[in-house]
């Protein structure tokens, strides 16, 4: 391993870090409030560690896989402790445990909160708790090299090690323009979002928050009954499609602005993607319309809001589904497993290898029938690879691993089931809220500092999709490093 590659890339996501605190700064002064300073004192700590790696000379300059592991693993774990500092040195979140809690949940897109009142934050504190989203929601690694193209071919080991997804490729030949394109669609649909939003009567900050953390695919609101505080239509439309369109493969808007508009509609997970969320949207309405509200129109207003904030593992609330039937409520925990598609800024396990295990499952049974045959998986026209598949296998076994882990950690605080499984399923995938005392209209202030450590690793873990964090506890992972 190449450790002043490693330190050296880290040093650069910290500055770009730093970078990412000036908005949350310049709305602070703009507000006039008197905690700004928390954000000049992060902004100086973050440099005063930042520049000296960044000052390290580099006799080897070629990354490896082993090393873009190791720098997006290191790089989300020292994002979110540095990006605690604001809430801890303000004194909005006194324990440093909840403030790291609290920003890795923001980073991972997760948008589980251990705050009870968040209306009384600072208009700045706000704002950094819900920026993290955006930031989160592409990944801070595509976002260092949109900025700093400079590691050039480098770059596509640490996309590898962090995007969504079963193989995050390149748009164009150059890693740094295929960030730069990326981004270039997420800023637009951002400024696309703020602008319906306040058009739809939803107050410019609050705008900005909630658009944050929808494309982000996060849920942070500023208000303490989240989107349902506004009981606005128009604005749970909104909402609603901009969650749907940050579920999908980025990738998928590139096509269509080079011409290719029916790109969406030739993509097996894409269609896989929107006929699992029209499925349970159908069934759902269907429930609740006989148990909990009182016409059809109400009823599928509250399903889709609610079936696409989980299954984007956006996270956003509507209604307490707390209330719903227990069919209801299981299908909505099926979901928190499914996530968004590959390419997208959602989580969970993705659509893509759902949609591969069940046509490996399907190949199987014909292999019983036909033990003579020779069946391929295919997505679309194309043959999916036995490489492929076996990841997809071997990414399903780790997910679950990971999930009975953390159940088995969580469930030393004495909780009840639907607590203690749904909160490690909802940081797992990404998602926020769950059942119980983590649920709707509910937080995870209560889980002793034991879990919420556990749980802040297990977002981490879910957002970079298992590998570079179970990959760097292992020791053999560090042998015969090259400095």
């Given at each position: 391993?190449?450790?002043?590659?490693?330190?050296?890339?880290?040093?650069?996501?910290?500055?770009?870090?730093?970078?990412?605190?000036?908005?949350s700064l310049i709305v602070s002064l703009i507000y006039k409030e008197q905690n700004a300073l928390v954000f000049f004192d992060t902004i100086g700590i973050l440099l005063?560690?930042?520049?000296?790696?960044?000052?390290?000379?580099?006799?080897?300059?070629?990354?490896?896989?082993?090393?873009?592991?190791?720098?997006?693993?290191?790089?989300?774990?020292?994002?979110?402790?540095?990006?605690?500092?604001?809430?801890?040195?303000?004194?909005?979140?006194?324990?440093?445990?909840?403030?790291?809690?609290?920003?890795?949940?923001?980073?991972?897109?997760?948008?589980?909160?251990?705050?009870?009142?968040?209306?009384?934050?600072?208009?700045?504190?706000?704002?950094?708790?819900?920026?993290?989203?955006?930031?989160?929601?592409?990944?801070?690694?595509?976002?260092?090299?949109?900025?700093?193209?400079?590691?050039?071919?480098?770059?596509?080991?640490?996309?590898?090690?962090?995007?969504?997804?079963?193989?995050?490729?390149?748009?164009?030949?150059?890693?740094?323009?295929?960030?730069?394109?990326?981004?270039?669609?997420?800023?637009?649909?951002?400024?696309?979002?703020?602008?319906?939003?306040?058009?739809?009567?939803?107050?410019?900050?609050?705008?900005?928050?909630?658009?944050?953390?929808?494309?982000?695919?996060?849920?942070?609101?500023?208000?303490?009954?989240?989107?349902?505080?506004?009981?606005?239509?128009?604005?749970e439309i909104i909402i609603t499609v901009f969650m749907f369109l940050s579920g999908a493969n980025f990738a998928l808007y590139y096509y269509m602005i080079k011409g290719?508009?029916?790109?969406?509609?030739?993509?097996?997970?894409?269609?896989?993607?929107?006929?699992?969320?029209?499925?349970?949207?159908?069934?759902?309405?269907?429930?609740?319309?006989?148990?909990?509200?009182?016409?059809?129109?109400?009823?599928?207003?509250?399903?889709?809001?609610?079936?696409?904030?989980?299954?984007?593992?956006?996270?956003?609330?509507?209604?307490?589904?707390?209330?719903?039937?227990m069919f209801s409520k299981i299908i909505i925990f099926i979901l928190m497993f499914i996530g968004g598609c590959a390419g997208s800024t959602g989580g969970a396990m993705?659509?893509?290898?759902?949609?591969?295990?069940?046509?490996?499952?399907?190949?199987?049974?014909?292999?019983?029938?036909?033990?003579?045959?020779?069946?391929?998986?295919?997505?679309?026209?194309?043959?999916?690879?036995?490489?492929?598949?076996?990841?997809?296998?071997?990414?399903?076994?780790?997910?679950?691993?990971?999930?009975?882990?953390?159940?088995?950690?969580?469930?030393?605080?004495?909780?009840?089931?639907?607590?203690?499984?749904?909160?490690?399923?909802?940081?797992?995938?990404?998602?926020?809220?769950?059942?119980?005392?983590?649920?709707?209209?509910?937080?995870?202030?209560?889980?002793?500092?034991?879990?919420?450590?556990?749980?802040?690793?297990?977002?981490?873990?879910?957002?970079?999709?298992?590998?570079?964090?179970?990959?760097?506890?292992?020791?053999?992972?560090?042998?015969?490093?090259?400095?």
């Amino acid at each position: 391993m190449n450790l002043r590659l490693v330190f050296k890339s880290i040093g650069l996501l910290l500055i770009c870090e730093a970078i990412a605190l000036i908005p949350s700064l310049i709305v602070s002064l703009i507000y006039k409030e008197q905690n700004a300073l928390v954000f000049f004192d992060t902004i100086g700590i973050l440099l005063s560690f930042a520049v000296p790696l960044c000052m390290i000379s580099i006799k080897n300059k070629n990354m490896y896989a082993r090393d873009g592991y190791a720098i997006v693993a290191l790089g989300w774990i020292f994002m979110s402790l540095f990006g605690a500092l604001p809430f801890y040195f303000s004194g909005a979140i006194p324990s440093f445990i909840d403030a790291f809690f609290e920003t890795s949940s923001g980073f991972t897109t997760t948008g589980a909160s251990i705050l009870t009142n968040i209306e009384v934050l600072p208009r700045g504190i706000l704002f950094w708790r819900s920026f993290t989203h955006w930031i989160g929601g592409m990944g801070v690694i595509v976002l260092t090299l949109a900025i700093l193209p400079s590691l050039g071919a480098r770059g596509i080991q640490m996309m590898k090690a962090e995007s969504p997804g079963l193989n995050p490729g390149k748009l164009v030949p150059k890693v740094g323009e295929t960030a730069k394109i990326l981004y270039g669609i997420y800023i637009v649909i951002t400024i696309v979002e703020i602008f319906l939003l306040r058009l739809a009567g939803m107050p410019l900050f609050d705008a900005f928050i909630h658009t944050f953390g929808t494309v982000g695919t996060g849920g942070f609101s500023s208000m303490n009954a989240s989107v349902g505080a506004y009981n606005s239509v128009i604005i749970e439309i909104i909402i609603t499609v901009f969650m749907f369109l940050s579920g999908a493969n980025f990738a998928l808007y590139y096509y269509m602005i080079k011409g290719n508009l029916r790109a969406p509609f030739k993509d097996s997970e894409f269609k896989f993607y929107f006929g699992i969320i029209a499925v349970s949207v159908l069934l759902i309405t269907l429930d609740i319309n006989a148990n909990i509200f009182n016409n059809i129109w109400e009823s599928l207003r509250y399903s889709s809001f609610q079936v696409v904030s989980i299954v984007t593992t956006t996270g956003y609330v509507s209604t307490d589904f707390e209330k719903w039937s227990m069919f209801s409520k299981i299908i909505i925990f099926i979901l928190m497993f499914i996530g968004g598609c590959a390419g997208s800024t959602g989580g969970a396990m993705k659509n893509i290898r759902i949609l591969l295990l069940f046509k490996i499952m399907k190949r199987e049974l014909l292999q019983i029938i036909h033990p003579r045959a020779v069946y391929s998986v295919r997505l679309g026209k194309k043959a999916v690879d036995e490489r492929t598949l076996s990841e997809v296998l071997g990414f399903f076994f780790m997910y679950i691993i990971v999930f009975i882990a953390g159940v088995l950690i969580i469930s030393l605080d004495n909780m009840d089931w639907g607590t203690t499984i749904s909160s490690v399923a909802a940081t797992l995938g990404n998602i926020g809220p769950g059942f119980g005392i983590v649920g709707a209209v509910g937080n995870y202030s209560s889980l002793s500092d034991i879990s919420k450590v556990a749980l802040s690793l297990i977002m981490i873990v879910g957002r970079l999709e298992i590998y570079p964090i179970l990959l760097i506890s292992l020791p053999s992972f560090w042998k015969r490093v090259s400095i």
